[in-house]
């Protein structure tokens, strides 16, 4: 069942909004913003609780409690989260795109999206490892492949 091709994201039920997730782990990347420009840059350097071989949050239920600047990503924000990046199912549905040919909804596991590049598997370090943010400035978050 197409479930998100049916309702529109304020209609998902909470299990629906949740499984919308494909779980790579971008959204939990460190990024930049420059003061200038404007302009945003991504980094490898991953939340604290970002599991690098799972690709989720270690403490997903009380992340806030962990780290009180995660953002909860809801209906009522999403055309605010322009960080997100293109490939996230949240972005793609609000822009009014289909969900990327490789998601776990499509294909029933994480294998086809580590395949493709498409999660922060082996990509990743922690934050609590990095010392300048602008040493760990990354492309491969920008990679939407469909």
């Not at 395949?115 to 978050?141: A, F």
Request: include cysteine; glycine fraction near 4%.
């Amino acid at each position: 069942m197409s479930f998100w091709k049916e309702k529109t994201l304020a209609e998902l039920s909470a299990q629906e909004w949740e499984s919308l997730c494909d779980g790579c782990g971008k959204c939990c990347l460190n990024k930049i913003i420059d003061d200038e420009t404007d302009e945003l840059y991504y980094t490898n350097a991953a939340c604290k609780l970002l599991d690098a071989k799972a690709c989720n949050c270690m403490h997903y239920e009380q992340r806030f409690t962990f780290v009180p600047s995660c953002t909860k990503v809801t209906v009522d924000n999403i055309a605010e989260l322009t960080w997100l990046p293109d490939s996230c199912a949240y972005r793609r549905l609000y822009q009014g795109r289909d969900l990327p040919s490789w998601h776990p909804l499509l294909t029933g596991d994480k294998t086809k999206m580590h395949e493709l590049g498409m999660s922060i598997r082996n990509k990743i370090v922690n934050e609590n490892k990095v010392r300048y943010l602008e040493d760990h400035i990354v492309l491969w978050p920008l990679k939407d492949c469909d």
